[in-house]
C-alpha cells in the first residue's frame, strides 16, 4: 500500500511540475517582445503610444484623477442608497 502511495505522489508531482512548466512557458510567451508572439491590434501599447495618448500627463496624475472618481462614483451610489431607504418608509394607516 505504502508503494502504491509513493508512486501516486511521484507521478501527481511529476504533473504538477509539467503544469508548472508549461503555465511559466506560456507566461514567457505573452512576456516576449517576438513579434510572433505580440498580440495585434490597439491592445498592444508602446512607450511612444502611451506618451502620445497622455500627452504629457504623468501616471500620478492619471491615477489620482482615477481615485477622484471613484471616490465620487461611491458616494453616489451611498447617497441613492440612503435616499432609496427613506422612500420605503411607510406610513401606518389611520
Do not use: F, W
Not at 27 to 54: F, I, R, W
Amino acid at each position: 500500500m505504502k508503494r502504491i502511495r509513493t508512486s501516486s505522489l511521484r507521478v501527481l508531482n511529476q504533473l504538477r511540475a509539467e503544469a508548472k512548466k508549461s503555465r511559466i512557458l506560456v507566461l514567457k510567451q505573452m512576456l516576449s517582445k517576438e513579434e510572433n508572439h505580440l498580440v495585434k491590434g490597439s491592445a498592444v501599447s508602446t512607450p511612444s503610444n502611451v506618451t502620445d495618448t497622455y500627452n504629457g500627463e504623468n501616471c500620478r496624475t492619471a491615477l489620482a484623477e482615477s481615485t477622484r472618481i471613484d471616490i465620487e462614483l461611491a458616494n453616489e451610489q451611498h447617497q441613492s442608497a440612503l435616499q432609496k431607504s427613506q422612500s420605503r418608509t411607510t406610513l401606518a394607516n389611520p
